[in-house]
Each structure stands twice: as structure tokens, then as C-alpha cells.
């Protein structure tokens, strides 16, 4: 027998990284900064959106990197991969595993809602077990909400939804969903740090090690930049400590996101991208949007307009030509249940909404 022949066979198995955290946190910002200093690692992406569009999986096609072509990035855009995993998971692994050349490494970034342990549980299935492994769980985290004493940007008014309602006894969804994600992390990336002073990092460190398991380390972060040394290669194995890491949702059957509403909204050209960006921020404060993202055409520019907005807070910029055919605009919304659509739709429309 050879040398080769004797190695275990957890060192053939494809490691994988499963990059969580709540929406707007950077996961997406990270992810392709990753791709793009790959230094030769021939990588793949499994990307899990919350809503219709799948914006995230555009925005890293939209790397042009060869060692990550776009068939080597998949989205699944069924539902949160912590509730879909059975039907959507699994088949994903069977594309990316079959791809050649083969891939060095996969990256996993879930939705902003999705829990990490049963997407780490499924890991121990028969089907998958053999041929792949967790390499690290990691949780990134909006520095300058956590900062600020918030998980999210835009947390106020479900912090007043909470406090109005006398039934309510337990967490709400986003802190729920924000402390299981760090409860299974092996590494925190605190994003944002370049918006936070030093009294504000201190506050969000003391934050995080309240909650964090001992040893998990905290990495400051600003707009992804970060060696992908530090977050692949960790070979931690995270599925075979994963009952040890216990979360809200332990004792429930599955979980569903009944609390959160999502939605496209379609968006003609426009001619002026500052002033549609104060649109989007009128939206998060008069309709209490959470989270936008996706494309929009601007008049005279061949590029498309790809904008991200967190609460009030709004990014945008040219990513990449639009492909041959119709530009069409398209932005996903996402809010707490009940999100107003027709509101939203007008302000984007830039229409006067009453009060």
C-alpha cells in the first residue's frame, strides 16, 4: 500500500466553509473578495438567498475570476437552506463534486435568516459525509449595529413592535436567528470596522464575547478585505462538535420564518443613481424596510447600477455591462411580516406617500 493509499479519509474529503450572518452583515463583500485572492485555489459557491432574485449569486458571477467560473457557482434560491437542505443541498454538492477540474475548496453563504446547525448537521448524512466536511463555520456580524446595541441596522422599530405586544415572551426572530449564528461559529468577522471609533469596537467585542463560546476569535473587517488564509484551511471539523453548541432552536423540529416578508420589485431606468439611492434610504425609514438589493439601469450607462442598502443606509455602484436583451431592473425588498408593498413600490417610484 501506498503512502497515499494509507492517508484518512477525512483528507479527501472537500473542505467547506459555511459563511453566515445576518442581513447586510457583508457576507456577500466578503465572499467575493475571497474569490478574487483565491492565489490559485480552485473554488466553489453555494449561495442561499431569502427572496425571488437571486442578487448575491449575480454580484459573484460578476467576479470574471478563473479559478471560480460561473458554473462553479450555484444558487439555490428554493427557500433558507436550513429548511431546504434535504432538496436542495444535496444535489448542489452532487453538481459542484462533479465539476473538472475538481474544486480545492466550497463556500457556503446562507441567507440572512438561516440557521447554521442544521445546515452542519447534514454534514453526518450518508450521502455526503464521505466526500465533504466543514472546515469552519463563520459568523459575520455588522460591526457598527453591534456597535450601536443592535444585531441589525435597522432595529428600532421591531424593538417597539416587541415592547407592544404584552403575548410576546420570548426573543424576537432577528435576535434568535443573530445569537444561533454565533453560537455555531468557529470565527467572527466584525464588518464595518472602518465606521466604528474605539469605544464603539470595545462595545461590540464585549457584545460578542458575552455570547461566543471560548476561543472563538473576533476579526475586525472593512469591506471584506481579509487574507482568505485566516478563513479557509481552519480544519476544524466543525460537524463533529456541532451537538455541543446549543442554540434556540435545539428543541424544535424545524422553524420557519413567518416573521419576515420578501418580495421583487421591478425598476425602470432611472436617470440620476444619487437621488434613486435616497429613494431606497426613504423606503428602510417610511416603510420599515430591513434590506434591499439587486440592479438597476441608468440612463446613458452601459454598466448596471448595482445597488445594497441596509436600513437607511445605502451603497451603489457600477458592477458590470448588462447582457444582451431587455434592462430591466430588479430589486428585492425584505421587512418584517406585514411590509406595506404598495408603499414600498411607490416610494421606489418616487411617488408621495401619505403618512
Do not use: Y
Not at 500500500?1 to 457576507?27: E, N, Q, W, Y
Not at 444585531?151 to 426573543?171: F, G, K, M, P
Amino acid at each position: 500500500m501506498s503512502a497515499a493509499d494509507s492517508r484518512p479519509a477525512a483528507l479527501d474529503r472537500v473542505p467547506c466553509t459555511i459563511v453566515t450572518g445576518f442581513l447586510g452583515s457583508g457576507k456577500t463583500t466578503l465572499i467575493r473578495h475571497v474569490l478574487e485572492n483565491a492565489r490559485g485555489k480552485r473554488l466553489a459557491v453555494i449561495v442561499n438567498e431569502f427572496g425571488d432574485v437571486g442578487i448575491d449569486g449575480e454580484i459573484l458571477k460578476g467576479c470574471g475570476v478563473d479559478t471560480c467560473p460561473e458554473e462553479n457557482i450555484v444558487e439555490l434560491a428554493n427557500g433558507c437552506i436550513c429548511c431546504t437542505v434535504a432538496d436542495d443541498f444535496v444535489p448542489a454538492l452532487d453538481a459542484i463534486l462533479a465539476l473538472e477540474p475538481k474544486v480545492d475548496h466550497i463556500l457556503i453563504e446562507t441567507s440572512g435568516l438561516a440557521l447554521p446547525k442544521p445546515l452542519v448537521q447534514a454534514f453526518h448524512w450518508p450521502a455526503i459525509k464521505s466526500r465533504v466536511t466543514v472546515d469552519g463555520v463563520v459568523a459575520v456580524v455588522d460591526g457598527e449595529a453591534l456597535a450601536s446595541g443592535r444585531v441589525a441596522h435597522d432595529h428600532d422599530a421591531l424593538a417597539a413592535q416587541r415592547a407592544a405586544d404584552d403575548s410576546l415572551d420570548h426573543d424576537d426572530p432577528i435576535e434568535e436567528v443573530f445569537d444561533d449564528q454565533i453560537a455555531c461559529a468557529d470565527l467572527v468577522l466584525l464588518t464595518k470596522a472602518d465606521l466604528i471609533d474605539a469605544a464603539g469596537q470595545a462595545k461590540a467585542r464585549a457584545a460578542l464575547d458575552a455570547e461566543l463560546p471560548k476561543g472563538v476569535r473576533v476579526v475586525g473587517v472593512t469591506e471584506g478585505r481579509i487574507d482568505p488564509a485566516i478563513l479557509m484551511g481552519l480544519g476544524i471539523g466543525t460537524e463533529n462538535d456541532i451537538e455541543n453548541r446549543r442554540t434556540h432552536h435545539d428543541d424544535e423540529l424545524d422553524h420557519d420564518h413567518d416573521d419576515f416578508d420578501s418580495f421583487v420589485v421591478e425598476v425602470p431606468e432611472v436617470t440620476d443613481p444619487a437621488e434613486f439611492a435616497a429613494r431606497v434610504a426613504r423606503a428602510a425609514e417610511e416603510a420599515d424596510v430591513l434590506r434591499v438589493k439587486g440592479f438597476v439601469p441608468v440612463a446613458g450607462k452601459p454598466m448596471r447600477l448595482l445597488v445594497q442598502a441596509v436600513g437607511p443606509r445605502v451603497a451603489h455602484h457600477f458592477d458590470r455591462p448588462w447582457e444582451t436583451g431587455p434592462r430591466t431592473g430588479r430589486l428585492v425588498a425584505i421587512g418584517l411580516k406585514g411590509l406595506d408593498r404598495a408603499k414600498v413600490e411607490a416610494i421606489l417610484a418616487g411617488e408621495s406617500v401619505a403618512a
